[in-house]
């Protein structure tokens, strides 16, 4: 896989005094550590799961999908959802969120970016977090499905995205709309009318995508409400949506994914 720009963090701290004996502490309290983060940009790698479809031969060109797990999930555990995809057909990319989440499960919890808004937020810093969103977006996403495309034959691609990972594919997929077939959420938690013309763009570029939205009307997350918004405002835009309800909260079933497939047929 190739190299990226990346965010990685430095953390400058002052020379420390030597500890200080319990005998000779008394009353006294040691002054604190000033603390201090610097963002850079740097090259990286980052791991993405390929599963390949049930009868897999290299001369031949396969549709695929890219699915990106949601805030605080990893590659393999998403990758769970290939298996109804590799049934029908499909190459399954799944690659892994580029930041850790910090904690007592950090290394093991995955971020798309360094965000304001996410539970807990990962920086206050609104500039950073707009950074690391467009270096997902515009830099690794693209990036690695040009490597994919080095290494397997594929034909049409559709990137899904569940929860936060809704958001960054549905961004990945409307700014790279020409290297996409369409673009399928699972609780997504709606559009930005902004998001469409930041980049100097309009609504309309986009409309050659068809756009699956996946929502559960209990979804205590991000209300099913957004993905009836995003609807209504894509179709008035000329786009090819369908909103597939279900019962349910904010995940991704297995019979919703069945039914996933079933669009994605009925789309040839």
Known sequence: MRARSAFIAIFLTSTVAPAVSARQQGTATAPPVPVDTVWQDA?????AVVALPEGYDSTRTWPAILALHGFGGTARGF???????????????VPEAPY???????????????NTWT?????????????????????????????VRERYRLGPVYILGFSQGAIYGFLTGFYEHDSFAGIITFGFAGIAPEWFTVR??????GRNLAVLLVHGRED??????????????LQAAGYR???????????????QLEKV????????
């Open 43 to 47: 090259p990286a790698l980052f791991p």
């Open 79 to 93: 990758a769970r959802i290939a298996p109804v995809f590799t049934r029908a057909g499909y190459v399954v990319v």
């Open 100 to 114: 850790p989440i910090p904690g007592e499960e950090a290394g093991t919890r995955y971020s798309w970016g360094l």
């Open 119 to 147: 539970p807990p937020p990962l920086t206050q810093d609104t500039m950073v977090d707009r950074r690391s969103a467009e270096l997902t977006i515009v830099n690794y996403l693209p990036s690695l499905l040009r490597t």
């Open 200 to 205: 100097g763009g309009t609504i309309e570029d």
């Open 220 to 233: 205590p997350m991000a209300p099913f409400a957004e993905s009836e918004r995003a609807r209504d405002m």
């Open 241 to 255: 949506v369908t909103l597939q309800p279900f019962e349910g909260g904010h995940s991704v079933p297995t019979a």
């Open 261 to 268: 497939v079933e669009w994605l047929r009925s789309l040839r």
